[in-house]
């Protein structure tokens, strides 16, 4: 059951944010954050690990949370009037529990951990050009503050369409007379880290080779602040997400990085974008110099729905504005007008699928049969249907640097297990790798108690890296060894596929580089998602900072599987036979294995790999 502990945290007045707008001697988001949230001591570890164990012990679905159990958690965020579903709060209910370690440990007060709000678009591409360009039209329509976090910055086709993004945002700035303020976070190891965490980065820095940001004198019209993150030893920044005037929030599996990966954002409007937003600031830590202009309001929450309705579909200005049949256009100054298509700026029409998924920069090369001409169309966004408020929560992670597999008790790491755990019916998760012990644990369980646990992995996908000692081995490892410890008579239960790009007809190795995948996503039971930045594997589940939304739709989940079927052909060509080896119509394995298991060669692959992250070269 939820402590009153818990409850009266998640009940409180104040947030990190709330102080930041309301005490004028508040130094940064860090200094409230220990103001208001204090940890009561590794002591208090022990007891809640005992206490979400107990919630996985026993893979019994007869063994529930009761109804009392379900209420609390239901107070424990601001749902509006309809309340969320049971299985919602279940899987709610044990993420709440890890509060008791750490009110901060999922990176959000406790009063915005539970929320709600809608979902009116999602894009299923590669970084560039569709996502960047959504992006792009947020950004240059920002009005007072635009904030961008990502892992990595690599100099590219993503990072440029966001470099044009602010010029061209300054440029209006200057036009209207008012600055907007400017927040930008990445990871970027640094030795100065060793001792400050959260680094400042000078104009001198950011406008280098490795970066390429203009400098502040070709962006007179903002206040651009860079910050680079990361926790020694392994904590690293992993999150990617974007909050636009405290009115839009953005959650993508990519960073700002040019990779030859499927990938998937999501854009999110309403009170939700508050707690993002909170998220934001606890991210950044430091003193805001200068402050965010929206700091004291208005807030996502105090949006008048009656004056001020979600927009779908085609009356989305930043969905109407998209051409799917080509690139897309730039939306109009003013989004609440949309001018006719006539109007509005483009450029030429002409991209063929390989151009408009990259596929151009990354040829195969091993007479791969194309299956989709390069003329077809393709339309990369999904505008969903006109929906009601839902109920949604952040189940985020801290960083964490220590060599050491102990730092599970997350919102994240026990939302996934409890999504798996009060599944009835079916698991679908698509992420690069699959490697974590206690989520290869569960689906395992799911599988054995009558659950289809349906998989869409990515092959081979950064093998160097996953066969280093104790990171859980590579996929085909572990899909291997998988099949193997289930019992024949639950084998059907367990559905791994490996990803098959939508022009192909065989999955592709992702140690070439030509056909990846980076999404992140689970759906249980068909009404509730869990979207956003944490990938399956033990860097993920003990290390990484992750921001990740759980989302209670089953419209919006059946509308996600939709899109995902859309953008690959993996439900068509990628699924594995029951000794998890995947072979053609001719029983033919892949000929492409990289061969990396988890032996001596693994370990120099696995450093070599290690070192192509840290120089921002390698997918994450």
């Known amino acids: 059951m939820v402590s009153q502990r818990v409850l009266d945290l998640a009940q409180a007045k104040e947030t990190v944010s709330s102080v930041l707008a309301s005490d004028p001697n508040a130094k940064s988001p860090g200094e409230v954050a220990e103001r208001l949230y204090k940890v ?4 208090i570890v022990a007891t809640v690990k005992d206490m979400v164990v107990g919630c996985f012990s026993n893979t019994d679905p007869t063994n529930d949370h009761t109804q009392e159990d379900l209420d609390r958690a239901a107070k424990c965020g601001q749902f509006g009037a309809k309340r969320p579903s049971d299985l919602f709060l279940k899987i709610y209910h044990d993420a709440l529990q890890t509060l ?5 440990i999922g990176v959000v007060s406790p009063p915005l951990m539970g929320s709600r709000g809608v979902v009116p678009l999602s894009i299923f591409s590669p970084t560039h050009p569709d996502i960047m360009q959504h992006y792009y039209d947020t950004v240059v329509n920002a009005q007072q503050e635009v904030f961008i976090a990502t892992n990595y910055w690599q100099v ?7 470099v044009k993004a602010l010029r061209e945002l300054s440029k209006r700035s200057v036009e209207r007379g008012v600055k907007v303020v400017v927040k930008l976070m990445y990871d970027r190891g640094a030795l100065g880290q060793l001792k400050e965490n959260h680094l400042l980065v000078t104009e001198e820095e950011w406008t280098a080779e490795q970066v390429k940001l203009p400098p502040r004198s070709e962006l007179p019209g903002l206040d651009l602040e860079v910050v680079n993150y990361h926790r020694p030893i392994f904590g690293t920044f992993h999150a990617k997400y974007a909050v636009i005037d405290r009115r839009i929030a953005l959650l993508n599996s990519n960073n700002i990085q040019d990779m030859p990966n499927m990938e998937m954002m999501i854009h ?5 974008v508050d707690s993002f937003y909170d998220t934001a600031l606890l991210s950044w830590d430091r003193a805001l110099n200068p402050t965010l202009p929206l700091i004291k309001g208005p807030r996502a929450v105090d949006r008048d ?3 001020d309705p979600y927009k779908f579909g085609q009356d989305h200005a930043l969905i109407a504005c998209k051409d799917p049949e080509g690139p897309p256009a730039t939306p109009p100054l003013d989004i609440a007008e949309p001018q006719s298509a006539a109007a509005r700026p483009t450029v030429e029409k002409d991209y063929s699928l390989a151009e408009r998924l990259q596929w151009q920069h990354h040829p195969l090369t091993d007479g791969s049969r194309i299956l989709i001409p390069k003329e077809a169309g393709y339309n990369p966004y999904f505008a969903h249907s006109s929906h009601e408020e839902c109920a949604m929560a952040l189940v985020n992670r ?5 060599p050491k597999h102990s730092d599970w008790l997350t919102p994240q790491d026990v939302a996934w297990l409890a999504g798996v755990k009060h599944a009835q019916k079916r698991v679908f998760i698509q992420t690069p ?3 974590a012990k206690p989520i290869v644990d569960a689906v395992l369980d799911a599988a054995r108690r009558g659950v289809e646990c349906v998989l869409y992995i990515c092959i081979g996908y950064n093998d160097a890296g996953e066969a280093l000692p104790f990171q859980g081995g590579t996929n085909e490892e572990v899909v291997k060894n998988m099949y193997t410890a289930l019992e024949d008579k639950y084998k059907h239960n367990l559905r791994v596929h490996w990803y098959t790009a939508i022009d192909q007809d065989r999955p592709v190795n992702a140690s070439l580089k030509k056909r990846n995948c980076h999404i992140k996503l689970m759906i249980i039971d068909d009404a509730v998602g869990i979207q956003g930045n944490g990938n399956q594997d033990a860097q993920s589940w003990y290390h990484s900072q992750e921001v990740n939304i759980m989302i209670d739709s089953p419209l919006v989940c059946k509308e996600w599987v939709e899109g995902l079927r859309r953008s690959q052909n993996t439900h068509l060509y990628g ?3 029951k000794d998890g080896v995947w072979r053609d119509k001719d029983g033919t394995p892949l000929q492409d294995s990289t061969g990396i298991t988890s032996g001596p060669m693994g370990l120099i692959k696995g450093i070599q790999g290690t070192i192509a992250r840290v120089r921002g070269t390698g997918g994450f």
Do not use: C, H, W
């Open 268 to 272: 999110l409007e309403g009170p939700i």
């Open 100 to 104: 008791e370690v750490d009110p901060l």
């Open 156 to 162: 590219g086709n993503a990072a440029s369409t966001l």
């Open 398 to 402: 801290r960083p964490y640097g220590a």
């Open 40 to 43: 009561e001591g590794p002591g």
């Open 305 to 307: 729905l009656q004056k």
């Open 575 to 577: 699924e594995v036979q």
């Open 433 to 435: 790798d699959f490697n």
